[in-house]
């Protein structure tokens, strides 16, 4: 499901976009665009970044997470306008929480410091290029 953010004063909420369906299979791509991050170092990685960060929240045990990685590294390396930062819920259970990380893979486009999309489940590797 592919969601944007609406900001209101004091919180933010998520319209659904539409749902689509996507495939391939691989994970722990991590290259100069594309790298593995923690809690600890959301704050330094994500939100102070001056570049756009996707942020690919997963599981090892998610199937479709895995068939998402490469398509992400892919979709990123060929952009060379944002980066991905990978986060292993199982092992930042409260950043996935912060989040409302309720379904995998969820991958957030943060801009300056704030969530500004997102998308849940499979997608085409054409959605992912133009998200």
Not at 15 to 23: K, V
Not at 46 to 53: A, G, I, M, R
Not at 77 to 90: H, P, Q, R, T
Not at 105 to 116: D, L, R
């Amino acid at each position: 499901m592919l969601l944007s953010f609406a900001t209101t004063s004091a919180k933010t909420s998520w319209r659904p976009l539409g749902m689509l369906a996507r495939s391939l299979g691989q994970r722990h791509y991590t290259s100069g665009r594309v790298f593995e991050t923690t809690a600890a170092e959301f704050e330094k990685d994500v939100l102070k970044s001056e570049q756009p960060v996707v942020v690919d929240f997963y599981a090892d045990w998610c199937k479709p997470c895995k068939m998402l990685a490469p398509i992400l590294a892919a979709a990123v390396e060929e952009s060379g306008k944002v980066k991905l930062a990978k986060i292993n819920i199982d092992e930042n259970l409260d950043l996935a929480r912060d989040y409302s990380i309720a379904s995998l893979p969820t991958v957030m486009a943060f801009h300056k410091g704030e969530p500004v999309s997102a998308f849940i489940g499979m997608q085409t590797p054409a959605v992912v290029k133009k998200f």
